[in-house]
């Protein structure tokens, strides 16, 4: 099959999203030692990355509306080249304090990539469930070959040289993106951006019943992934008992898991349904969570390691749903904001779930973000026996 430029952007887009999330999860690897050096608490750490992804989804929509004004590249190429200098700046962070501003800095420049990308792909292709997972894959790409890497520099040379994997990664991509992507032409070059945040437009898209009810899905699933991306090797050493460099590789093969089938999961949805795909998702990652709980044993980790990476990459279900829902002219600015909205919310997940182990421990952390996935799957099951048309 010939090569098209599409196909130069997606992949691109693909390998933007790769080294804007390497930036982020470098971190969780190295939290039991970050958390040494700094004499702080998994609640405290918990803060600082529900700080970055708080800052993440927060600049989804400004993102959109930046996008709709000076078109996709140059925000793209902000993201990539800021993942690169905030990670160079955490890992030179001296005290805990600017550890946090350095993590909330590059969530926010970091999330500008998304929704962008996203609007760019829904631009260039028509099955967009498809491309969208294609470009979902890369994050769990990144969580693939970031963690065990970053766990095993970090145990031999400290957390400073394993966050500043991030840079590396980001720099060569930056160049890439900025030599072979073509400028877009903007949606809207001459608007306001004022117009674009006016509350009314703002809570009139949010109201729409079929975009409210994904976004409580979204809520939920988004609680869970945040909390598992900052707190699952933390759970395997702490719970499970587990090596800092066997929980990196454990790690690693949850987004293995991920970016093999997120582009299946986005197939899936395209071909039998939004929901049907999103519910399977939610069953999977639920009994995968139960087994890591409660099953000990390799065997255990295995089987919980494809369904959780399997069903938490529900994304590639959910999201298409709501550019089914958005005209052509809402997609860069709602898409961003209904990211913003789910996502900021969501990021409670890293704060909350390391409290709950300070307080109950790891296991009933963990017990209630199956929990969480569940309810998920019961709204979606209600949605459809009542005929509510959500």
Known sequence: MRWRYRDTVLALC???????????LVISPVVPIIIDEFAVSNSVVGVALTGMWMAYFASQFPSGILADRFGERPIILVAIGGTAVASVFLALAPVFALFVVGTVVLGGVAGLHYSVATTLLTRTYDEIGTAI???????????????????????RYGWRPAVAIGAAMAVPVFVLFAWRVRPTEPRRPDQPMSERLQLEAVLELLSRPQIAFPICLAIAGAFVWQATASFL???????????????????????????ITQ????????????????AGCMVLAAAG????????????????VLLVGTGLGWGAALL????????????????????????FIGALGSVATGLLADLFGWGFAFGVLAGLLVLVFVALVANWVLSLGY
């Open 14 to 24: 693909t390998l933007a999203f790769f080294a804007t999330m390497v930036g982020r």
């Open 133 to 155: 997972g294609v470009h979902n894959s890369g994050g769990p790409a990144a969580g693939l070959i970031a963690p065990p890497i970053a766990a095993w520099i970090g145990v």
């Open 233 to 259: 090797p933390t759970f395997l050493v702490e719970h499970r008992g587990q090596s800092t460099e066997l929980a990196g590789l454990v790690f690693g093969g949850y987004f293995v898991v991920q970016a």
């Open 263 to 278: 582009v299946g999961v986005g197939a899936a949805s395209d071909r039998y349904g939004r929901d049907v795909a999103t």
């Open 289 to 304: 969570f139960a087994l890591l709980i409660a099953v000990p044993g390799t065997v255990a980790i295995v089987a919980a």
């Open 320 to 343: 298409p749903r709501f550019m089914d829902v958005l005209s052509e002219t809402e997609r860069g600015a709602g898409f961003g904001l209904i990211r913003t909205v789910y996502g």
